[in-house]
């Protein structure tokens, strides 16, 4: 099977970090088709509309035996599922065998070939990020914010999926890991992820390993990446460095590891002006001011409330 040649995002609305997130990811890789799908378009990249995926015939069947079971946002956690059936949608669509997924909050470092090097996936497969965890935690979390799929994995993923809402015992493992922490995290798409690597280990490769020296963040947030406490911590995020131009992560014990993308999950964002590596762009300074701007307010936020 040939390479993945397409990086898709998916992002209802308009953020002001999206053409950061877009264009570092066209740096990191020139030669690959950088797709947005989504309800704004971002300068230099031709948007494919939402709704062209929005009434797919799958997408359809799982709304329909979707239950709300988190303490988020039902329209939010929704749209989280439904985002692999777009992507399975617009793979079938533009005849892509292979493509990598990326949160609209993840730069991207190294390049497609990198990435397939260091994490080979089996034929059929997928890759995405899997934290070591006790399935008796009913922690039970996996990330695709970056996710390799090939078209085989994600139409058995999209299929289990609906499966896990309209089987009965797929639903009482949602109520049992819904009580046992009750309430908190619920069910939502990385539960699911987890509970498909659960059923074919053999057939997904985990990015939150070290293989090669190199790893992709599971949340520039958190020490935690594959092991809890894996990483060293800086002003509040992984240190992250650029020695010879490389994005560097550090381990607990100092050893550098090659970056190939960074997560700047939740208020991660602000950062992502200060850490993009792309080409400047229309806006960048603006973007920049902004970032800053809600980080200076978001401090004194808490300043105040620990005052």
């Known amino acids: 099977m040939s390479a993945a040649n397409h990086i898709v995002f998916f992002h209802r609305n308009w953020n002001w970090y999206l053409p950061y997130v877009l264009r570092q990811a066209r740096a990191a890789c020139p030669a690959a088709q950088v797709v947005l799908v989504g309800q704004s378009a971002v300068r230099g990249f031709p948007l494919d509309p939402l709704e062209r995926y929005e009434a797919g015939a799958r997408a359809q069947a799982f709304r329909r035996v979707y239950r709300h ?85 994600l139409r058995d993923f999209c299929a289990f999926a609906t499966a896990t809402f309209s089987e009965e015992r797929w639903m009482e493992q949602y109520r049992v890991k819904v009580e046992a922490q009750r309430g908190l995290g619920g069910i939502n798409d990385m539960t699911t992820l987890y509970l498909f690597w659960r059923q074919r280990p053999e057939r997904i490769t985990n990015l939150s390993e070290v293989r090669g020296g190199a790893v992709l963040d599971h949340n520039v947030n958190l020490a935690l990446n594959q092991h809890e406490g894996e990483y060293q911590l ?47 762009f229309p806006g960048q300074a603006l973007g920049g001011l902004y970032a800053g701007y809600k980080r200076t307010k978001r401090r004194l936020k808490q300043w105040v409330r620990g005052r």
């Open 234 to 280: 800086r002003d509040g995020l992984k240190r992250l460095e650029f020695p010879d131009g490389k994005a560097t992560l550090y381990r607990a014990d100092g050893t550098p590891v090659r970056a190939l993308g960074v997560h700047f999950q939740g208020a991660g964002k602000l950062r992502i002006p200060e850490f993009y590596r792309g080409a400047p």
């Open 69 to 153: 079971m988190s303490p988020n946002p039902e329209k939010y956690e929704l749209f989280c599922f439904l985002r692999w059936f777009y992507l399975l949608d617009f793979m079938e669509a533009n005849g892509v065998e292979r493509a990598l997924h990326l949160d609209s909050d993840f730069l991207l470092y190294g390049t497609l070939e990198e990435l397939e090097a260091t994490y080979p996936i089996p034929p059929g497969g997928a890759a995405y990020c899997i934290p070591d965890q006790d399935h008796a935690s009913f922690a039970w979390h996996a990330s695709a914010h970056v996710g390799l799929f090939t078209l085989e994995a």
